[in-house]
């Protein structure tokens, strides 16, 4: 049975930190869980850790490469199978920002493309990510896509807890977070694993 080791939000932020600094060069991070673990808010705690630490550090919100909704709204604002598969645009991901912050990438990354909320491109401009820098990805559902990473951190919570916490207009994506739960096995595949039903007191499992 795996151990677990009760920790804080700067004590998990402090060992996804020590799994960062073993990779010298640039580095790939998904910060992954459902909103009410708050991915983007480790992100910023781990992004504060690696610049006093001397490296650079890009956060980047998932949110802000969803795909146009005439494509991920096809079949409904409320379809838990589309939002799992079909909302996070993957190759614009992979394209625009995770291959070109690879040790062996250009190193530059485009911060955030499609605005979900105006429906039109952000028109941002490219960053030079530096040879040593970190490019912090966080959101939800994003393991077991094929995104590349060097290191990935999953905030795992309960089915019970989640249903708890989500705002009731959010209970349609419920059965998008179970089946990626049973389906892609996030818990077995994250470096990092944190039991998050309390986002205030997380646990690590060994």
């Known amino acids: 049975m795996p151990r677990v080791q009760p920790t804080t939000p700067d004590g998990l932020a402090d060992a996804v930190v020590e799994r960062v600094l073993a ?36 956060v980047v919100s998932a949110q802000d490469f969803l795909r146009p909704a005439s494509v991920r709204l096809e079949r409904g604002r409320t379809d838990p199978d589309s939002f799992l598969d079909g909302w996070l645009d993957v190759g614009a991901l992979c394209r625009e920002l995770l291959r070109p912050a690879a040790p062996e990438g250009s190193g530059r990354v485009l911060p955030r493309l499609w605005n979900p909320a105006t429906d039109r491109s952000y028109r941002a401009d490219y960053e030079a990510l530096p040879a040593s820098g970190v490019v912090l990805l966080a959101g939800a559902l994003l393991l077991g896509r094929g995104l590349p990473a060097d290191v990935s951190v999953h905030l795992h919570m309960g089915a019970t807890a989640l249903e708890r916490r989500l705002p009731p207009d959010e209970h349609w994506t419920l059965a998008a ?30």
């Open 177 to 206: 977070h179970a089946r990626y739960e049973a389906e892609r096995h996030p818990d077995e595949t994250a470096d990092v694993v944190a039991l998050s039903d309390h986002p205030a007191r997380p646990a690590l499992r060994a």
């Open 23 to 58: 990779h010298p060069g640039r580095t790939r991070v998904l910060l992954d869980g459902p909103p009410p673990t708050g991915p983007e808010e480790l992100a910023a705690r781990v992004a504060e850790r690696l610049r006093v630490a001397g490296r650079a550090a890009l």
